[in-house]
């Protein structure tokens, strides 16, 4: 297990740092925090004309065939900007969902344009949110497709997606479902979050979906695949999160004296200063660890939620210990190190929080020692 990494991919690493800190500065953040959607699609654009929003898609599907670890610097980059970017959504919940179990037909259907941004599928697959646990929509039987109802809620990019990734229940087994956002019955509701993305509730009333709609094999088992992939995806935002506010941080307590030396000199402060950056690293090892793994087919039924757990529960004490140490000026919801506070807070109980994983690990321990 070497997480060193290779000459290409600290090239992808590079690349997606130059595009995120190019675009995605702190002034242009708060001006798309103003618009109504929170979508930069000047940064989408130049993300997709990079190949990086189609990443983790087959070439077959045109994307760039990448594995979770590449996937994760990405998206380690995308944290440390904090970009308004549904990049989490389409790269793991929702199009390589239907690229890896999807029929011929409906990956033709819905990836076309997906890796080059135009078309965005997102899924909707915990509920309620802060568990990792994942409800399926009800299916009645219509002829030889179903009439399903349900409500999912926090559905990342609800707004801006074409399509949503969903389980169904469908005659007493469990299915997944592509469904067109503007499908007859489905009214979406959205809300701002703690992150200032928007999110949205899905309420399905008798929505038509037939055969053709649904993905290839065992709902379960399809659902633990991507619930695996979009937590690491998670994991590896909190930890650009963490890095950016850590090394804001760093700079901050360096430059301002307080009775005539720098604040780090203050031992106190250097010791907060020491904790929050062995949680950083903590989230990275995990994180690596589980990444890794999952790319080379081994068991993450441990790995996932350490990972995750790590992630939820050390990235809120590295963002509020770097508040904290910005004194009066992290106090300012304005400033932008509070924008990392309040990603780390929302991606903490996004698609499962600290204590639904450790519940989750728990149980593996225990199965197995039985």
Known sequence: MDFDLTEN?????????????????????????????????????????????????PERDGGLDLGLVETCLVLQQQGRRVAPVPLLAATTLGAWAIAAYGSDAL?????????????????AWTDPAGT????????????????VSGEKVAVAAAGVADAVVVPVDTDGSRRVAVVPIDADGLTVSLAETTSREIHGTLRFD??????????????????????????????????????????????HVSEREQFGRPLSTNQGVALQAADAAIDTEGI???????????????????????AKWW????????????????GGTGADISHPVHRYFLWVVHLADSLGGAGAHLARLGSTIATRAS
């Open 311 to 326: 992630a939820s529960e050390a990235g809120q004490r590295v963002v509020v210990t770097t508040q904290h140490l910005h």
């Open 206 to 251: 008798n929505v038509a979906i037939g055969p053709e709609d649904l993905l290839d094999g065992d709902g379960d088992e399809i659902t633990r695949s991507v619930l695996d992939r979009a937590q690491i995806g998670a994991c590896a935002v909190v930890l650009g999160c963490c890095e950016e506010a850590l090394a804001m941080t760093a700079a």
């Open 284 to 306: 990275r090892v995990t994180l690596q660890q589980a990444a890794w793994s999952l790319d080379n087919g081994l068991d993450v039924s441990q790995a996932v939620p350490t």
């Open 132 to 147: 990792d646990e994942s409800r399926p929509l009800t299916g009645l039987a219509d002829g030889v497709g179903w009439r």
């Open 9 to 57: 991919q600290q090239a992808l690493a590079d690349l997606a740092e130059r595009i995120f800190g190019d675009l995605a500065t702190a002034d242009r953040v708060a001006e798309v925090e103003a618009t109504d959607d929170r979508f930069d699609r000047n940064l989408w654009g130049a993300l997709a004309e990079a190949g990086l929003v189609g990443m983790a898609l």
């Open 107 to 123: 990956r033709a259907r819905w990836l076309e344009g997906v890796a080059q941004g135009h078309r965005i599928l997102t899924g």
